[in-house]
C-alpha cells in the first residue's frame, strides 16, 4: 500500500511540473505576440498616418482643381491601403473631374465592394455619374435608386437620376416625328428636338415651340411653350403655356398625350377631350426636288394638282362657322400642305413665281394653269390683284374688232371656252365694310392652337 500511495505522489508531481512547464511556454508565446502585434500595430499605424498624409494631399490638389495630381496622391495611399472605401471614392471623383468615366465607374465600383453602407453613399453617386456620362442611361438611373433607397434627400444623387430620365426620355421622344388623326380626319405632327425645341405641323402650318420634361412625377408631364413666330400675323399673342401628361406604350411606337380642356389642373388620367394617342411617324418627305425630271415639269403637274384641290374661290364663311364647314375647309388645307410636302420647297416656290406673271411660263399649257391658280391666289389675298389688261387696237380696216395679243409659247390669252376674266384693283374699304368683312373672315387654324391640341384618335 505504501508503495502504491508513493507512485501516486510521484505521478501528481510530475503532473504539476508539466503543467507548469506548460503554462510558462504559453506565457512566452503570449509576450512574443505582443511583441510583434505591437510592432505590426505601429507599423500599420504609421502607414495609416502616411496614407492620411498623401490622402490630405490629394484632396488639396482637389480643391485646387488639380484633379490629376490629386488622383495620383489618391493612387499612392491606395497601395498603402488596398482595402480604403473612401480613398477609390476620392480617386474616381478625381477621375470624373478628368472626363475620365471608365476609370471612375471600376473605382466606384471597388469602393462599394467593400463598403456599401450609407457612410459610403458617395460611391453610390460616383457610380451613377459615371454611367450617366458613358451614356448608359438605364443604369445610371437604378444604381441612383439604389443610393436613394438609403439616402432619400440626397441632392447630387437625385439630380443624376433626373438627368439620366430626362436623357432617355429625349432620346425616345426625338427619335422620330409622332403623328395622329383628329376627329375631322386632318392629321397633326409633333416633332421634338434635343435640344428642347418642337414643331408642331397641323393644316401644313409649322407650329414652332419648346418644350420641358419633368420626369419625377407620376405620370410624366411636359410644359409646351408656342414661340411668338409660330401664331398668325393679327392673331395676338401666343396662347399660354400648356401643360401635358405623357406615357409610351407599344414598345414606344405609341406617344400618349393628355392636355387639360375647360380647366387649369393638369390631368391625372389619359381620357377625356385633350386626350391624344400619338403613332411613330416617318419623317416628313423631303420633296422630288432632286429628281431628273425638269422643274418645269414638275412644277407644272403640282399647279395642276394644287388647282384641283383648292376651289377658285374660297367659302365665305360666318363669324362662327359650324364644325361641317370647319372640317371641309380644313381638308382643303390638309390636301393643300400634302402637295407642298410631295413636291417640295422648290417647285412651290416656282409655281408661286408663274402665278405672279403667267406670262412668264414657256409653254402655253404651263401658262393656263399658272392663270388659274393666279386667280385662286388673288381670291385668297395671297396676291395682289394684277394690273387690268390694255385694250389691243382695233385692226386695220376692221369695226371696233380686237385682238389679244399671244402669249409665250404662241398660245391665245384665253382659253377656248373661256372668257378672260381679268380681277380690277380692288378699291380701299371703307370703314363700314371693314367690319363687314371682318365679321365673315375664316379663323386662323393656328389662332384656335387651343381647340387642336387634342381629341384625337
Known amino acids: 500500500m505504501v508503495q ?3 507512485l501516486d505522489e510521484a505521478r501528481r508531481e510530475e503532473e504539476e511540473e508539466q503543467d507548469q512547464e506548460e503554462k510558462r511556454q504559453r506565457d512566452a508565446e503570449y509576450l512574443d505576440f505582443r511583441r510583434r502585434f505591437d510592432k505590426m500595430k505601429q507599423q500599420q499605424e504609421g502607414v495609416q498616418a502616411e496614407s492620411e498624409k498623401i490622402k490630405t ?24 491601403q488596398p482595402d480604403s472605401a473612401v480613398l477609390y471614392c476620392n480617386r474616381a471623383m478625381a477621375y470624373l473631374k478628368q472626363d475620365m468615366p471608365h476609370e471612375a465607374l471600376v473605382d466606384a465600383e471597388k469602393s462599394l465592394e467593400i463598403d456599401t453602407s450609407v457612410e459610403n453613399i458617395k460611391a453610390y453617386w460616383r457610380q451613377a455619374q459615371a454611367l450617366l456620362d458613358l451614356d448608359r442611361l438605364e443604369e ?64 401644313g402650318h409649322y407650329v414652332p415651340a419648346t418644350f420641358d420634361l419633368s420626369v419625377e412625377g407620376n405620370p410624366w408631364s411636359m410644359v409646351v411653350r408656342m414661340k411668338p413666330e409660330g401664331v398668325g400675323a393679327g392673331n395676338g399673342p401666343p396662347p399660354p403655356p400648356r401643360p401635358y401628361i405623357f406615357e409610351f406604350h407599344d414598345e414606344d411606337q405609341e406617344l400618349w398625350l393628355c392636355t387639360p380642356v375647360g380647366t387649369d389642373e393638369l390631368p391625372t388620367k389619359f381620357d377625356g377631350p385633350g386626350f391624344d394617342r400619338l403613332r411613330a411617324a416617318a419623317p416628313e418627305p423631303t420633296g422630288d426636288e432632286a429628281s ?12 395642276r394638282e394644287m388647282n384641283e384641290a383648292m376651289p377658285q374661290l374660297p367659302p365665305q364663311l360666318p363669324a362662327s362657322p359650324s364644325e361641317q364647314e370647319i372640317s371641309q375647309e380644313a381638308l382643303v388645307m390638309e390636301s393643300i400642305s400634302q402637295l407642298k410636302r410631295r ?59 380686237s385682238e389679244v395679243a399671244p402669249r409665250a409659247g404662241g398660245s391665245s ?19 363700314s365694310t371693314s367690319a363687314a368683312a371682318a365679321s365673315t373672315r375664316p379663323r386662323s387654324v393656328l389662332a384656335c392652337f387651343a381647340g387642336i391640341c387634342g381629341g384625337s384618335s
Open 413 to 431: 390669252a384665253a382659253t377656248e371656252g373661256e372668257a378672260l376674266q381679268v380681277v380690277p384693283s380692288a378699291p380701299a374699304p371703307s370703314s
Open 343 to 401: 413636291f417640295g420647297m422648290q417647285v412651290h416656290q416656282r409655281a408661286l413665281e408663274l402665278a405672279k406673271d403667267p406670262a412668264s411660263a414657256p409653254s402655253s399649257s404651263l401658262a393656263d394653269l399658272a392663270e388659274q391658280l393666279q386667280r385662286r391666289f388673288v381670291s385668297r389675298r395671297i396676291l395682289a390683284p394684277p394690273p387690268p389688261r390694255e385694250e389691243a387696237a382695233p385692226a386695220a380696216g376692221g369695226e371696233g374688232g
Open 140 to 203: 445610371s438611373e437604378a444604381a441612383a435608386d439604389a443610393g436613394i433607397a438609403l439616402q432619400g434627400g440626397n441632392q447630387h444623387l437625385n439630380r443624376v437620376r433626373r438627368k439620366a430620365r430626362e436623357a432617355a426620355t429625349m432620346r425616345r421622344l426625338c427619335g422620330h416625328p409622332w403623328s395622329a388623326k383628329m376627329p375631322n380626319g386632318i392629321e397633326k405632327r409633333y416633332t421634338f428636338e434635343s435640344d428642347g425645341s418642337m414643331k408642331i405641323n397641323v393644316f
Open 292 to 303: 431628273d425630271e425638269p422643274l418645269d415639269a414638275r412644277c407644272e403637274r403640282y399647279i
Open 4 to 6: 502504491i500511495e508513493e
Open 57 to 80: 494631399q490629394g484632396n488639396n490638389f482637389f480643391k485646387l482643381g488639380l484633379y490629376m495630381q490629386a488622383s495620383m496622391m489618391y493612387s499612392e495611399a491606395i497601395e498603402l
